[in-house]
């Protein structure tokens, strides 16, 4: 009887099969042993290299089959989409070292294997243009804005190995100069602003549920117009000084590089309710097992992390928008609107805009503390629509002419 094979482990992590570390043992560099034999050199993390080896395991069989008769052996040997995915994704990396490290490389991937996924994963040669338009057609404007980008140079590079016959230019470019696909219209928004006093209602109907985290945040929000995940993100040890608060902005770090990006320094001389939003952040740290965050809870179960070093009581932005709306229904607060109209925890950014303009200060200094290139991206998404501006009538009629005659 032969002997089970031993589990390979690393960082405490089992490696699956034709998954092995790289030859040259540099770091986070592995070996993916392909269905022919050759092969993949690539860069990931322990648990991003694993989950991409069982993703390429689940499709060997769409691999390991003989070319037809209109295929050459060429192209059934280079496998099919996911695992020209597979390639880019290490081209990309090689070429572009900023790529492996960048925070929005791993989100770009996933809307290029979301493609690959829902295209049922073809050969490439069989991509045609009307293929790729009943897919790109069918995907709502926020998909189509955000993975545009990353299916441009998905397709550049594999038009660049001549891999897609079928196409003679890129529909994802955004250029006129040759035919491109068309994106979705953005629908008008018809989320409805959060008052004042509705912000303290959903405030305390979160006391009364025992989401203490809730609260921290959204005081934060309200006092520094912090997007959720930077608020999620905010660490005591490395943002929080005895001054105050030191934290880049996450969406313009993603958008601009850590070079230009925004970075923001509320003191606590000018901004002394933040002294004790942070006092009380870490007292809910120690009571949740010292979480090094400052938005934390204590989950009834306790769930794996994907990244190993995350710490399993924080409260992460998926959840913080569940809670503030159990609150915010709780609380009553527009109710008898549909979910997709009421208030979100994103309108507390707004509601603080509208404050700091109520309070004296001009459109850019606002769209500078929001991190916003444009004072009208600020005006139009931010400040209008919290009160109604009446224009004050100075002319009349005159009441002589008002008599009957």
Not at 279 to 284: E, G, I, P, T, V
Not at 344 to 373: D, M, N, V
Not at 383 to 393: I, P, Q, R
Request: net charge positive; proline share 6%; with cysteine.
């Amino acid at each position: 009887m032969a002997r089970p094979r031993k589990p390979r482990l690393m960082d405490g992590q089992e490696l699956p099969e034709n998954l092995y570390l790289d030859p040259r043992k540099r770091k986070n560099y592995w070996r993916y042993i392909r269905p022919d034999g050759s092969n993949l050199i690539f860069y990931a993390t322990t648990a991003e290299a694993i989950r991409q080896a069982k993703q390429a395991n689940r499709q060997r069989d769409l691999y390991e089959r003989q070319p037809t008769s209109n295929e050459t052996l060429w192209t059934a040997r280079a496998g099919s989409l996911l695992d020209r995915y597979s390639h880019w994704v290490s081209w990309m990396e090689l070429n572009h070292p900023k790529q492996a490290t960048a925070a929005r490389w791993l989100q770009k991937r996933r809307y290029v294997e979301r493609m690959c996924e829902q295209l049922k994963n073809p050969m490439p040669h069989d991509l045609t243009l009307p293929v790729i338009r009943e897919w790109w057609e069918a995907q709502d404007y926020h998909p189509q804005r955000n993975s545009r980008a990353a299916l441009r140079s998905f397709i550049n590079y594999l038009m660049l190995e001549s891999a897609i016959p079928n196409l003679t230019f890129n529909p994802f470019n955004t250029s006129d100069e040759a035919p491109k696909s068309i994106p979705r219209q953005r629908q008008p928004k018809v989320r409805h602003r959060l008052t004042i006093n509705e912000f303290w209602l959903t405030h305390d109907a979160a006391a009364e549920l025992g989401y203490e985290g809730l609260q921290l945040a959204m005081e934060l929000s309200l006092l520094t117009t912090m997007r959720r995940g930077d608020i999620c993100s905010l660490l005591l040890d490395k943002h929080v000084t005895e001054a105050g608060i030191c934290k880049g902005v996450e969406k313009s770090i993603n958008q601009r590089g850590e070079e230009r990006a925004v970075y923001l320094r509320f003191t606590y001389s000018k901004h002394p309710g933040l002294r004790q939003i942070i006092n009380r952040a870490r007292q809910l740290s120690i009571k949740n097992y010292r979480c090094p965050f400052a938005i934390s809870y204590t989950p009834k179960k306790r769930q794996p992390r994907a990244k190993a070093n995350e710490h399993w009581c924080r409260l992460m932005p998926a959840r913080l928008s569940n809670q503030f709306k159990e609150a915010r229904d709780m609380a009553g607060i527009r109710i008898d609107l549909p979910s997709q109209a009421r208030p979100t925890f994103h309108e507390i950014r707004a509601l603080a805009s509208h404050l700091l303009q109520k309070s004296g200060h001009s459109s850019e200094e606002i769209a500078q503390i929001c991190a916003h290139t444009d004072a009208e991206i600020t005006e139009n998404f931010y400040l209008a629509g919290h009160e109604k501006d009446y224009v004050e009538v100075e002319i009349s009629i005159d009441p002589k002419l008002l008599s009957r005659k």
